[in-house]
């Protein structure tokens, strides 16, 4: 019903910007709740930030609130997190997710996901 494609990772120094974009298609997207997770090597996936379908409400995870930034163009059926200050720490394949209903405002996971797009941060 909704596919999902992430861009805008790389690799950046530590204090350094990125922003990631997750392209949804399909005429439900827009009102969709998006999320964004990310997963480390050998570490388990982490709820970074998540987005109701008008833009209006956000929920940011404690380790990146004033950082990132979550926000949404429903014009363009695109989903952005802007990442601030990036710490060596934040380095992960990041994850767009998506559902119908509004669990992920509540940090829970929607029935739709991208590939992925890796983030790495330097020393």
């Known amino acids: 019903q909704v596919q999902l494609v992430e861009s805008g990772g790389g690799l950046v120094q530590a204090g350094g910007s990125l922003r990631l974009s997750c392209a949804g298609s399909g005429r439900t997207f827009r009102s969709y709740s998006v999320g964004w997770f990310r997963q480390a090597p050998g570490k388990e996936r982490e709820f970074v930030a998540a987005?109701?379908?008008?833009?209006?409400?956000?929920v940011y995870e404690d380790s990146v609130k004033g950082r990132f930034t979550i926000s949404r163009d429903n014009a363009k059926d695109t989903v952005y997190l802007q990442m601030n200050s990036l710490k060596p720490e934040d380095t992960a394949v990041y994850y767009c997710?998506?559902?119908?209903?509004?669990?992920?405002?509540?940090?829970?996971?929607?029935?739709?996901w991208g590939q992925g797009t890796q983030v790495t941060v330097s020393s």
């Open positions: 987005i109701s379908w008008s833009g209006d409400g956000t």
């Open positions: 997710n998506a559902d119908p209903s509004s669990r992920l405002l509540f940090k829970g996971t929607g029935d739709y």
